[in-house]
């Protein structure tokens, strides 16, 4: 062997070394993540890398090819879209951030698609959230993970993340209605269940919003992977956050916050950690 080629493998080994020592760092972080609502979910799959991991295609009528997204979003080649949805920003397109854009404060809200205890806090704290953003108190900034697939097998974290990045697409406020209708009391299944991994129920969904409702365009963003790629870089964002252990986690200016119990104890969270414009 050519001292070239001694030095080439030895890099190899100290990359190899290196990628796993990561992996068993997600793997950790995922193990904490499953801590939901105050119960453990048992670990039915890990994921091994970030954006990389192959789930089960699940129940749902998700024809969407997950792992070749992955493989993309690893290796950078492939035939998927990779534009991120209009109206998002920042490096990639991986801000989404809603409301007023010169808000002097920012809530920052991450969030599972497939998260009980994320549809939960939407249904007990959403309309406030909202009047916050109408009110121009601050903007809110999601940032959205896919590790209930991971962990629990299917595809409904990732195709309803993809599902939002159409809506956000279309416009903000067709993105926050459809975010609310995915989690709302009449629509969010059990994290067990994987209907959000079929592109229909998610079209199904929207036919009550009315940016969204018969607009061809929305569906055809979902029906064909438009978002895909965009989704599993966003789920990467919401991995590499060492502050993240849990959905939901709220931040507010940048620090985690206490998940308030009752409107009245999100208002007095935010008026006491609020910064003056």
Known sequence: MSKRNSSEAKRAARERLKAERERQARREKVRRQLTVGGSV??????????????ASMGDGDDATDWGAVAEQVQDGEGDFPTDAPAHASGDEG?????????????????????????????????????????NGDYAVEYVFGTFLDDNLGGSGSKNALGALGAALDVSPEAF?????????????????????????????????????????????AVTNDTFAVWALRMSDKFQADPDVEGTPTLKFNGEVIERPATPEDFQAVIEANSVQG
């Open 41 to 54: 979910v048992a670990i039915l799959a890990v994921a091994g890398g970030i954006g990389v991991a192959v």
């Open 94 to 134: 991986l801000t989404v951030r809603v409301g007023d854009e010169d808000a002097a404060n920012t809530l920052t809200l991450y969030e599972d698609a497939r998260c009980p205890a994320c549809a939960d806090f939407e249904q007990s704290l959403g309309p406030t959230v909202r009047e916050g953003i109408d």
């Open 176 to 220: 926050l209605d459809y975010h609310d209708a995915l989690y709302s009391a009449d629509i969010h299944p059990p994290e067990s269940a994987d209907e959000f991994g079929d592109d229909e129920r998610l079209i199904e969904i929207a036919a009550n919003i009315p940016e969204l409702a018969d607009n061809q365009e929305f569906e055809n």
